[in-house]
């Protein structure tokens, strides 16, 4: 590997990681967005659907959007600095990169290898092995497994809690608003009317839950991009080098 190809794909990997980051804080303030619009659609007595008034409804959509943008930022920020230091602590304190980059038969990089023959790269003739660039992509799909065989969890213990907690709400949340709607369309079918604020508080609370869960994925994965980064080059939005300082 070349000082320059390691750092140009260091540095790239760097920019995809925050344009990723905030490509996806971009699209779930729409959805919030679009939620608030969609909350205020009023259906009237002739079965016509309607927004009221465009200054409420417009706020509400604003509000929607303001209130998520808020809660992303403070999960992409608590979140993302305790993966990222915690991830960049696993691969230099329990020697995983230096097996990466070294020691391609350890039996800890099982899933590194196992990985690398399902992959579509075609080596030239006369290639050792994989560039540093094939090995990293390799390393970032197989991370988890690879530190798991090192007897080591991949992610800071709190932050994997929350994950999970998240998904069993989930799990609860959706079975929940599944039975309300359809012990609605019952009702409605004779001529009973639903119950509105029970159905957009759940509707709500699963959006919230659905945004946060997929934000914490997100960071998560950029989180390893960026520790990566951290480890090889230094802290590029920090100005702090971990391992070199430079390549």
């Given amino acids: 590997m070349s000082a320059q190809t390691g750092t140009l794909f260091l540095t790239g990997l760097h920019r995809q990681a925050l344009g990723d980051a905030r490509m996806h804080l971009i699209s779930t303030v729409l959805v919030a967005g679009c939620a608030g619009l969609i909350s205020r659609l009023r259906l009237d007595e002739w079965g016509v659907f309607s927004f009221g008034d465009v200054a409420g409804t417009l706020l509400s959509a604003l509000g929607a959007a303001a209130v998520w943008l808020g809660l992303a930022v403070l999960i992409s920020h608590f979140a993302g600095g305790a993966y990222r230091t915690y991830i960049a602590g696993v691969l230099t304190d329990t020697g995983l990169l230096y097996l990466v980059l070294e020691h391609d038969q350890h039996e800890a990089l099982r899933p590194l290898t196992q990985r690398q023959t399902l992959t579509s790269f075609r080596l030239k003739p006369g290639q050792a092995g994989l560039s540093f660039s094939q090995r990293m992509l390799l390393f970032v799909k ?98 702090r080098a971990v391992l070199t300082g430079g390549m």
Avoid: N
């Fill in 142 to 239: 197989t991370y988890p497994a690879c530190a798991s065989s090192l007897g080591f969890h991949a992610y800071p213990q709190l932050w994997r809690w929350m994950a999970r907690v998240m998904d069993y709400l989930l799990i609860a949340l959706f079975a929940t608003f599944a039975i309300v709607i359809y012990r609605s369309v019952e009702q409605a079918l004779i001529s009973i009317p639903p119950h509105l604020p029970l159905i957009k508080s759940l509707a709500w609370s699963l959006l919230a839950l659905i945004l946060m869960r997929a934000t914490l994925g997100i960071t998560r994965r950029v989180s390893l991009w960026l520790a990566l980064v951290d480890v090889f080059i230094g802290e590029i939005d920090r100005g």
